[in-house]
């Protein structure tokens, strides 16, 4: 399988966990900064231009990174990336949605890149505010589901931690301060191998 990855990117949590199931792969970089999802090759790829796109082996492309997480869960059920109960699972895909549709989407999309939906610089001050209430607020939720538990895919990090963690990861780097139980959770991923070899040793 390929994966098509930027660095710092939602891709991050495909590549977390192409590596907890441990399956070979390789990655493909494409530089967002520069231009290069808009390109001929890529857009070949994913018509989209968006990261995740993930090549498999039968030759067929799946992108949207709930889609993606999903379809590796049940290819390899054995590495238990989401819970086998329907209802377990639902909830698990909850969480997930949330994380990926509003904290990422409706939050940080905004709040990192406002340029890309409005033009004038008071229009962009104010999405990018309105982005990181949306971010945080999301959070704060999310951190609420980690009160009694350390993962929110069951008793190993799966699916949607996986997005939990790319977000986290964003938040860090705007020196968000993250509620106790959210600061644990990205503590601890931050200790895992799969992680530490998605991140390529960079924790920024
Ligand atoms: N809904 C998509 C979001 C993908 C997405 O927005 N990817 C960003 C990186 S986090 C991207 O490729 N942006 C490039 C661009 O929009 O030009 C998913 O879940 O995979």
Redesign the pocket.
């Known amino acids: 399988m390929q994966l098509f990855h ?1 660095p710092r ?3 991050l949590g495909v590549r977390i966990l192409l590596e907890e199931i441990g399956v070979p792969h390789q990655v493909k970089t494409i530089d ?1 900064s520069s231009g290069q ?2 390109d001929v090759a890529f857009l070949a790829v994913n018509p989209k ?4 796109a993930l090549l498999r082996d039968d030759g067929t492309v799946l ?4 889609a993606i997480a999903l379809w590796l869960a049940r290819r390899f059920p054995e590495a238990g990336l989401l819970p086998d109960g329907t209802d377990a699972a639902a909830r698990v895909i909850e969480a997930m949605e949330f994380i ?1 549709g509003t904290v ?2 409706r939050g940080f ?1 905004l709040a990192l890149m406002p340029g ?1 939906f409005v033009s004038s610089p008071s229009a962009q001050e104010e999405l990018q505010t309105h982005g990181m209430r949306v971010a945080t607020d999301g959070l704060r939720h999310v951190s609420s589901l980690l009160d009694e538990a350390l993962w929110l895919s069951g008793s190993r990090p799966g699916v949607a931690d996986a997005a939990l963690f790319y977000v986290t990861h964003w938040a860090t780097a705007l020196n968000v301060n993250l509620p106790a139980p959210l600061r644990a959770f990205y503590d601890q991923m931050l200790k895992r191998p799969s992680v530490l070899r998605a991140l390529d040793g960079s924790s920024i």
Request: hydrophobic share 35%.
């Open positions: 930027a990117s939602c891709s967002l999802q808009r231009g968006k990261v995740p992108t949207e990174f709930q990926v990422h989407m999309a890309k």
